[in-house]
């Protein structure tokens, strides 16, 4: 296993944040603190610039850079590297004045004032020239100096914008796409019906709020335009910087389950994720256990988009953010998990927004290390301090990676065809059952990367696709492969019912030739109302018990495939709810209702004996994660609960934590983590 | 009893529906699958062309019509006839491109884009003459077509639209309206309060949602003009269509209780009445008998526009809808009886939205005869081939009417002053309760027509009359007529407060003469929370009882009439809450306060004795109907329980679908239909 | 105790209320026979013209005062004082039509249409052209008129403005502010943050809708500026006023609880406040002596604006209103309990809305005296005549005012940062909490004023400061004045975090210096889930008792001052709650948490004891008051229970209402009061 650091310049875990001591300029007793109070919390890393465009070029064509160049300076000389931003996240003032084209128009159509967050139109060839002049300033003054570690391009890049030059660039997005051929767009989105035939590419319009928003392939190849339109304008940033830094790496900073933008596309384009986390730890609907898998869900989709290397975590918060519903404090252990968490999912780093809490505006009450208190005694500075000692006792962990057996398909293409579907019932719950499914494997203690259904199936044992709607040209093709060559697949109710443009697939569903697959097709789709329930019987060899269905139930029509589980209520009682058939040396599994979780777990138990992956037996409460490298594993054991917990068939080795050795059991405290790197 | 078949074309019970030939055009095999299918399922009639402008006029002044002309020869060839509608309900993009008026303005003022459903100004002078040229068009080739049967203008038209023409046509109804007399305006309007009175009337907007909204004249006379300006733009249809083809009868489709448009007012400009029927089949909060009663409440409307002949069921669907909340199947037999109720209520066409599921767009979900599947082997196509067999049987049954004993007040002025009305509490649940107690008359087997208040009262034995809220001129007096010939009236809390338009009455309500007729007037009305109740306590020889009341309660002051109620608490208590008036040969009751069922329904039943109305005894599950003609009666018995009911009472006959002949008893399988031809 | 009437002309409370006869012109038999029930009613004052502008100037220019002057010399000849409107609250069709910027602009920048209520742009020099003409007119020929005894401005000004005038008129009011130095700005707004800086005054914009809403200290400074653009206007309206009426007093109606505008900055322009009062009487959640609490806290803020003079209750309604969500009639003897009430509060007047409900338009069903049955012999009627007989006994009260020896914190300046700001969850519950504290006080018989925090805090034995979030300029000094000089404080979580324009103290909170006064500082605040509860125990000699805690829960670290209660569950189980801190002669004390009704309660007895403060103890359902004057008191007993209640320890004096004279006993029958002048 070879193991490869991010960072040419340092081989450690980063610990950090976000860092705006453009705020503080006029108080360098604070400024000095804030490097003193770094050191001490075990900081290795801050990330400048997010923010200041208006302090760079407080009117246009007038910049400052000398308070940017002295803290950085002041940094690096203490140990801290800097990531970079270009601050094109926030336009200052007199660009909108001057320039309104840059900012956004509105689905109905009116345009922003200044001021919105996420209020830049990726279009506007003005917004781009200013960007790329300040771009081309920084990375002349900055991309050189020896503390830089890493381009952070803008910030949350989000939302879309319903302007002319929008809709030109859409209009030529199609053109190109449906190869200047009317008629086939005309096809691929049924717009015979209701009598919405297109004469031109140009007549065609946004979605408007007030306009068309009944075409499926218009709503979808809209939101693919506006992920390739973000895409290009990202891209116009990190060119520049690729040519002016070449051996400066570029991130940006992704959001959780983001569904404006498909993250896919865009990570292609970057050298590294980094991603922004911000669960609601501690809150009133479930175990901790249970919010720390869903977290665990986002690391790996964030993870999956690179498995050769780590990611990192760019912001996370060690108090409460002030956003949520409720913003209730982190308990006392609760930031160590969590920090430890990203790193067992495969990050090399633990930011935070942000060091230290404004006087003023929006995030005034967002936490941060240094509170408006001033003070270094409190709860959250001290958690910070143990989390930064923590992080470097698990240097030998940074630059390993994470090697799944299994995976599951999630898929933005395939989130918003489900999300504008007409039908069913109106809350489809795409992420909520991929990210339930998700966590029965990882409470069982295997590891399992997320990815697109682009994505390359090739060594997975097992692969989980649940909902897959919409099949992109290739998709089927390559699932059959998968399977043929001994792969397992897991698919459920909704699959194949559309070709990439959303059209049905004619001759039953699933579609496009996986009626072989499967050896079933499905006659019809019952969706449940809230207070209907039915039961799946397991009754062969395989799997024995009843377990509860609900929301949508598939009645199936098997052809080749063997009988699992039947339906016991309704007219479709004693019908087929779960099957399987061989197809190669691989089978397909065909789960076609929804079904509690448990009885998800009885059928995937037997799915990973049959495929030969082991299940680890853990405590409730206790999440388990491994990295791979330095000629063995990192064994991650987290305890989300307050009980103390007795793990057993544990790999020998050393707990990089506490420095002991660890035979086969190991006993943790309530909230406490072990990192055992095992050399077997 | 005279029965008149409705078209002289084929005296039969129509089966068919909406057929999109021209989503299809490249796939001829399917098309000829079509045909060879329809025959199989049973259909003699498809309406063709509702979405097709865009196939007929792909650009301005280009036509093509002999795809159309193949398609309807074909089917005329193969028995099928043709409901041809004229394309006015979805405009080409090319139309809207050159003519940006055609588009609706919302009421915020700002215009549509292309693309948004029920989307025309109907004011429009470049719509009227385009819409205008295709009708020519399209009657010119089509309107001697052996094959067609009837003209369906448009589709489920609908919508207001803010534009300044519509403004200045608003303007001019006002104008005559009023007389050109401003300050008659002025004082029905009530003007002087908050100081709105209007100079002119081109000073006068319509309720723009920025701008006056709280002059209830207004509101109402706004909604007056839409359906004139509506019922004029489909007269415009019409007269062109009677001129080209005037021995094709015309029909529009209506939709369930839409409360934009007065149908009352559009119907009398129709040959015959048609509307599209999508209830909650099976849904998780009521018994489905209840939910078929609403279904006839629904039913009873339609039929009651033109009492003196059947109505067409234009749209339904075998299996299930796309736009319900949640889109559940149809149960096995749900269809046989939803297809027979239709029939038993007065229809003479069992008609589907739509023939094939379209591949794309917005309704690719909404379920149809023909699955993307394309096998006829399904459950869906058999239960409609069953339907078509069943529908053939009932051929005897075409042209014959229904002839109820009893009528309720439906009145759409009623139902806009009621919503509009600002007092009280904001859901006044004014449809719901006349579908309430509508359900318990066809609960006891007494067929009801629901008309509006303009309608003629002659006939019927008892007039029920909830919250007649808003009196137009002349009902008054039509209510004590009726009365004073010797029916019964039973009116509620809420009856006669403002006239025409929203002014109330003085002197006491019910207002315009009422007092006289119910012998009493009411001082105050009584608001409860939802937590709050009362009761009714009935204990004269009349009716011994006590019975829940709620939401609203008068305060009564009778002076000739006989109390029956009362009620038991609050500072009311003791005093009248349900009273009765003899008044000529005839008596009023009125009922001041919203009782329970159990109670409605245990007054009722004394008012149908008192009336020699004989309530038919029917089993909990069970929905009974009669048509008249061919020298007897069809007695339709539909079982919606899933047990076996044991009918007695039934009148001797042929039971058509069985073919059997039924003395008294009859025996219903669960979810299973007889009609008897009764010649008694 | 010097008692001075309200007014030179009449010395009694008033009784009346807004009457419309313009309504009514064309009906001389109404006209008369209202001049009759208003003496039968014991009305002695109507308040005319709030919506005449229409009447008075049908057109522009044109006027018309003759039918005004009649009905003001009938109802002055009568024994009827008038209080006179200015009209601006509603403008006429003309005036809009002419001048469109007379109409508001809406957050989303699109200009209303005539008609919207609140429709006026207080900025607009058309608009105070055209109200100064018409004041002009009106004082002109009514200025002099015996009958008249009080100006009333415009109606229950409101709401705001986003027109470019308004803009202009904002960046002035910011200029001024910040002296013209908009470093100064960026700095108290924090602008650096999310590069918001401005560059010039001129630059900022209104917090439109699609604009800049993140910033605090913007969204706080055009909230202050519209009550400054607001108050502006108003002061027009007066200063015209005094010129021409120097003699005539003014005043405007202010409504309950209006958050958009600082009524504390309004009322020093008014000669006396009155105000608007709608609760909902006879509600489901609530019993009916809590809502009454509900009602006083209102009453005392809006007496608090002048301490030394009675308010007056200007508009209510005898019967119900018809915007409440479900408008329930008052009960029989409510209407005379809220009445008295308010009297009981420091009122010298109890008004309706209105007289003689009108025929139509949005207020038909909206209460009053005459409803449109136009009988005398109705409750209402009755009830009202009753409330008239009872109000000449109370002559004695007028003039007298309330003494409190406690008052609370109301601050809208501290409600609008609260509100906006972004953290904690998203319903701070200010005015609830507020309003609750003070009931605890109410229940105990201790009457409180409630006070902005800018006001006088001298004289009051104890301060309540709820959540007082924001410290003005000074505030934090003047507390800490109070409680040195031997007042008694009771602060709660939330205490000073922000300064006047929303930066956080820096240095710990509560900021400004309160650390000192409070002893301790607030390390961080925890926001608990709905379902989260934790308890304050106390276990000192001062109090014994647990008691619940939710919502918030600081973790407080007291420097000298003494705990009284601690948290007894989850981390920061064991830590202080609450806290008392001795400074100079008084005691401060700090609550950080929401605690329980019964955990206040049982803090405020020991605190009043502390204070030499008398609770006065009340059986459940008597809320109590007492108003100075004449040489003793009046003492107020009010029982808002179903049953006869026994007091004792009742001032001996003369029951005002029955002519008895009351030793200690004083029996009450259900929903009946006593008034007894006490000379002791």
């Not at 086939?184 to 007030?210: A, C, K, V």
């Not at 479930?286 to 780590?310: C, L, Q, W, Y």
């Not at 495969?346 to 967002?366: A, N, P």
């Not at 057993?648 to 990089?656: A, D, H, R, S």
Request: aromatic share 14%.
């Amino acid at each position: 296993m070879n193991q490869k650091p991010l960072f040419k310049k340092i081989d450690e875990i980063l610990h950090g944040g976000d860092y705006n001591p453009e705020q503080w300029l006029d108080r360098p007793d604070i400024l000095k603190e804030d490097i003193r109070l770094m050191k001490q919390a075990g900081v290795n890393v801050v990330t400048l610039g997010v923010f200041s465009w208006s302090v760079y070029e407080p009117s246009e064509g007038e910049f400052h850079f000398d308070w940017l160049e002295s803290i950085m300076d002041n940094l690096y000389q203490n140990g801290i590297f800097i990531i970079l931003a270009t601050p094109s996240g926030a336009r200052p003032a007199w660009l909108d004045e001057k320039y309104p084209e840059a900012m956004r128009v509105s689905s109905a159509g009116v345009r922003n004032h200044h001021g919105v967050r996420h209020n830049h139109c990726m279009s506007s060839p003005k917004y781009r020239e200013k960007v790329g002049i300040m771009i081309q300033k920084l990375a002349g003054k900055f991309g050189k100096h020896p503390g830089l570690l890493l381009w952070h391009i803008s910030n949350e890049l989000g939302g879309e914008c319903y302007c002319d030059l929008c809709k030109s660039r859409f209009q030529e997005f199609l053109r190109k796409k449906y190869k200047d051929n009317i008629d086939g767009l005309n096809q691929e989105w049924w717009t015979t019906f209701w009598s919405h035939r297109f004469n031109r590419f140009d007549q065609i319009e946004p979605p408007y709020s007030n306009g068309e928003g009944s075409i499926h392939g218009l709503n979808l190849d809209w939101k693919r335009f506006n992920t390739w339109n973000m895409t290009d304008y990202m891209r116009f940033e990190i060119e520049l910087l690729r040519k002016l830094t070449p051996d400066v790496p570029v991130t940006t900073n992704f959001m959780r389950l983001y569904k404006t933008l498909d993250y896919s596309v865009m990570a292609k384009e970057l050298d590294l994720i980094s991603w922004d986390v911000y669960p609601e730890w501690e809150n009133d609907y479930e175990a901790a256990v249970k919010t720390a898998n869903g977290v665990s869900f986002d690391h790996s989709i964030m993870r999956s988009f690179k498995r050769d290397r780590p990611f990192i975590l760019m912001e996370s918060v060690p108090s409460l953010v002030n956003w949520h519903p409720y913003n209730k404090l982190k308990r006392p252990g609760t930031h160590k998990l969590s920090c430890v968490q990203a790193v067992a999912c495969g990050s090399d780093m633990v930011g935070y927004f942000q060091w230290r809490k404004g006087r003023g505006s929006y995030e005034q009450f967002h936490g941060a290390v240094m509170d408006h208190l001033g003070r270094s005694d409190t709860r959250v500075f001290k958690e910070v301090e143990e989390a930064g000692n923590l992080l470097k006792k698990l240097q030998p962990v940074a630059g390993s990676i994470v090697k799944p057996q299994a995976a599951m398909i999630f898929d933005w293409n395939n989130w918003w065809a489900i999300e504008d579907m007409a039908g069913l019932s109106k809350d489809k719950k795409y992420g909520e059952t991929c990210r339930t499914l998700y966590g029965l494997f990882i409470k069982n203690g295997i590891e399992m990367d997320v990815i697109s259904s682009d994505a390359d199936f090739g060594d997975y044992k097992v692969l989980v696709a649940p909902m897959l709607y919409l099949l992109k040209p290739g998709v089927a093709d390559r699932l059959k492969e998968f399977t043929a060559k001994g792969g397992i697949l897991i698919a459920t109710y909704l699959t194949g019912y559309v070709n990439e443009n959303t059209l049905c697939w004619l001759g039953g569903f699933p579609g496009d030739g996986l009626l072989e697959l499967f050896g079933l097709y499905t006659e019809e789709i019952d969706t449940l109302y809230p207070k209907d329930t039915n039961t799946v019987s397991f009754q062969t060899e395989f799997l024995h018990g009843d377990y509860r269905a609900f929301d949508y139930c598939e009645i199936i029509k098997p052809q080749t495939a063997r009988v699992l589980g039947e339906y016991t209520r309704d007219f479709y009682s004693g019908t087929p709810a779960v099957t399987v058939n061989a197809y190669g040396k691989g089978y397909a599994y065909y789960v076609g209702t929804r079904i509690g979780e448990d009885g998800m777990e009885a059928l995937f138990k037997k799915i990973w004996e049959q495929a030969g992956i082991e299940a680890v037996s853990l405590p409730e409460g206790i999440e388990y994660h491994s990295r791979f490298g330095n000629g063995g594993s990192f064994e991650f054991y987290l305890n989300f609960s307050d009980k103390v917990q007795r793990l057993t068939e544990v790999k020998p080795g050393k707990n990089l934590i506490t420095g002991e050795t660890v035979a086969e059991v190991l006993i943790l405290e309530p909230f406490d983590v072990a990192v055992i790197h095992s050399k077997l």
